[in-house]
């Protein structure tokens, strides 16, 4: 928006005349999202309240004595975003110039007689009066303000503590706005990075679900940030077997992320069958000691169960997660796989782990899952719990997915909308 002269003298007009023209600057200031935008729209506003015939910015960031650069002239016809163009910047050495940004005082120079070989002299030629404004940086003026008019004695030396005060509130909100910006590109940097590590992670679960004999099963999945550590999986195992897997990485977000993506690798890395399922689970445990968990600073709790569709049995390891809750729906009692249990994945090695079988029969729901459901909490920061878990478990009349169904209806009763802190996984079979 160009601007008028202002039509009074700012310092003779009313209070109400100075008080409107600095609540308009301020208000049109606190819209401006782009700070060349802003400083261009400051620079108008400053032309009503401090009249100039030229105005230059200086900057020695990131120079020694005695360089400099100029990065913004009002006579320069084609206008330079120096924070966008700065190597159309020219970088100067020495002269006034120099004596001013390195001697770290505002000054006001109202009889200014500059030499024609200093490099300022292009810059003030036809201009008696300087005033010089630091804008401070960490304790150092590091960019400057020079403003410049024709006719000797123009600047007021008892005016320049504000001017001071008003060039470095207006250097900071545009050092902010400067900052804002660059984290705004560099979270959308981040944001595309971990969108693609997500991309990545769950391009390692399961694609379709197996069809099983005798079961039928289904799966939720659900990280707290963009990626997590939740993992689950199947095999396919000689005689019609088939191995379960459900894993929880400690941590959150991409720490955890690239931990599953190493306990995913490692698993489908075992040599011949992951059967018996203690096997699978030390052999997981001694990779992750060996390779990745030595310093402590993860470990992995895991479940995993071979189901058996001619005996209808599963055969299970335990490796410090949640037991599976299993609902025998032909007396409708509700418990837990928890016969056997040991250490998470990656603590010690050579960790030998007991299983234990299970007997099915026909209507048997199994819920294996991750403590991020049990541990979501509500608004009023009570935990989900397992007799909320076994509730949503209502009737023996559903199939797979109604069981997961009816679970993530009770959990969002619960939660109210309140955020996951936790990812959330939950892998259902029942028992045909």
Partial sequence: MLRTQALFDVNTGTWQQRLDLVVTMMREMSQ???????????????????????????????????????????????AINPWQQR???????????????????????????????????PYVEGMR?????????QGEGLNWVIALRAEPDSFDLESLPERVWMSNLFGRATANLVLKQELERAYKVVDRELKRVAEIQRSLLPKVLPTIPNMSVAAHYQTSQWAGGDYYDFFELPGGKWGLLVAD???????????????HAVAHGHPGNP??????????NE????????????FVTAFYGIFDPERRSLTYVNA??????????ADGSIGGLDTVGGLPLGIFPGVKYEQAEAQLVPGDQLVLYTDGITDATNPDGQAFGLDRLDSALVTCRQDADALIASVLRALDRFTGG???FDDQTMLVAKVL
Avoid at 249 to 263: E, L, Q, R
Avoid at 275 to 284: G, R
């Fill in 249 to 263: 990485v400690s941590g959150h977000g991409t720490p955890a992320a690239v931990m599953m993506a190493i306990t």
């Fill in 287 to 298: 990779r992750l000691c060996q390779l990745y968990t030595a310093d402590g600073s993860a």
């Fill in 418 to 420: 309140h955020p996951a």
């Fill in 320 to 329: 410090g997660h949640n037991p599976p809750r299993i609902k025998r729906c």
């Fill in 87 to 121: 190597d159309r910047l020219p970088e100067l050495r020495g002269g006034l110039f120099a004596e001013l940004i390195y001697g770290e005082q505002p000054k006001i120079i109202n009889d200014l007689q500059v030499d024609a070989d200093d490099p300022a002299a």
């Fill in 129 to 137: 009066s300087l005033m010089a404004l630091p804008n401070f940086d």
């Fill in 275 to 284: 059967e018996p399922p203690s096997l699978l689970l030390e052999h997981v």
């Fill in 32 to 78: 401006q999202s782009d700070p060349e935008a802003m400083v261009r729209s400051y620079g108008q506003w400053m032309n009503q309240v401090l009249p100039t015939d030229a105005r230059i910015s200086l900057s020695r960031r990131g120079l020694e004595f005695p360089k400099f650069r100029i990065t913004r002239y009002s006579g320069w016809t084609d």
